[in-house]
């Protein structure tokens, strides 16, 4: 099996650390970089070396590490930046997290053009689109190698929908597209096209709209579960872990769908929007339509757009307001 070399970055925090155990078990992986402005990151290199696994695991820390820790990289996994607390939303995190995907996507640029860039940090809806705008300026892009995170709404979805099918199917069994963006009703979840059909014919329409919302509103739950003590880690890690498998096997050649949150003319007037895409070797080789929906989706679909079109222009706004300070410095 060819391997891969694979940075996550933000690697010392709360999803990185577990994300970078994950991927240290990915028979994929043959070099697993791992970066973070926290000191203790080369310890946690060290620390996920022993692992009796054949990669090879080296820990970077501090902005002079940067370069080294992406040259030759074929994947890079962002998890930096500050989690939410109860009583925010995740674009309250915009003014934190903007500079620091912002920063990294231009390492990227210079020392790793053509890997595949998996962005988990929030505002997902935000930093995406900051990093398109990067690599455009650093004459770099290719809209097939650049993903939102998106994967826990849909590992979300399908327990949730597990649980309301009462046991007729296994979660990981359940395919369900979850679509739009990633924050509160953004997030679309296709329950009319869930899989195995039927599994969910059982319910009422308010059971439905709660289903819905219950997705929607997941990482909210896990942020105030934690109480003050960040957001969603372990199952992130879970979900990203998965993402990156899905995108090392289409490296390797293989054709993967999965969910993602994508350059896309899919919906007009949203030139970022997560639905399904098929990958392949050069990424997202087709982004695939919403299929029917049902009035509700339509309804939730409609409700999205302004909220979703503004997060996509805040983002690259920033970008340009950044340019406009460094060309008058
Ligand atoms: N896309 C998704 O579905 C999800 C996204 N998230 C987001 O992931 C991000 C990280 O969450 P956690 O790991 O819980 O936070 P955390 O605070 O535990 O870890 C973040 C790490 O980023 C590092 N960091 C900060 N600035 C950096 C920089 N300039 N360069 C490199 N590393 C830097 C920190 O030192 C820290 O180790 C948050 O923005 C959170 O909202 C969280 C859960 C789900
Ligand atoms: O809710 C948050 O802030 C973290 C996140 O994106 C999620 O868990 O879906």
Do not use: W
């Amino acid at each position: 099996m060819k391997g891969f070399q694979v940075a996550v970055l933000g690697a010392a925090g709360g999803i990185g650390q577990p994300l970078s155990l994950l991927l240290k078990l990915n028979a994929r992986v043959s070099k697993l970089h791992l970066y973070d402005v926290a000191p203790i990151t080369p310890g946690v290199g060290v620390d996920l070396s022993h692992c009796d696994t054949s990669s090879t695991c080296v820990g970077f820390a501090g902005q002079d590490a940067l370069i080294p820790c992406l040259t030759g990289c074929d994947l890079v996994i962002i998890p930096a930046g500050v989690p939410r607390k109860p009583g925010m939303t995740r674009d309250d995190l915009f003014n934190i997290n903007a500079g620091i995907v912002k920063t990294l996507v231009e390492g990227i640029a210079k020392a790793c053009p053509n890997a595949f860039v998996a962005i988990i940090s929030n505002p997902v809806n935000s930093t995406v689109p900051i990093a398109a705008e990067i690599l455009k300026a650093n004459g770099v892009y290719d809209k097939r190698r650049l993903f939102g995170v998106t994967t826990l709404d849909v590992v979300r979805a399908r327990r949730f929908v597990a649980e309301k099918a009462n046991g007729v199917v296994r979660p990981e069994d359940v395919d369900i597209p979850v679509v739009g963006g990633h924050a509160g009703k953004t997030i679309l979840p296709l329950l009319s096209q869930v899989a195995p059909a039927g599994c969910l014919s059982q319910l009422s329409q308010a059971d439905v709209q709660a289903l819905t919302a219950r997705i929607q509103d997941a990482g909210t739950e896990v942020v105030e579960a934690k109480a003050g003590g960040g957001s969603a880690t372990l199952s992130m890690a879970y979900a990203a872990a998965q993402f990156a498998e899905s995108c090392l096997r289409a490296l390797s050649g293989e054709s993967v769908v999965e969910c993602a949150y994508v350059d896309s003319t899919v919906v007009e007037g949203l030139n970022f929007f997560a639905s399904k895409v098929k990958l392949g070797p050069t990424g997202a080789e087709e982004v695939f339509g919403l299929g029917p929906l049902s009035p509700f989706e339509q309804e939730g679909l409609t409700q999205l757009k302004a909220e979703l079109k503004g997060s996509i222009d805040k983002g690259v706004a920033f970008v340009s307001a950044a340019a406009g300070a460094h060309a008058s410095a």
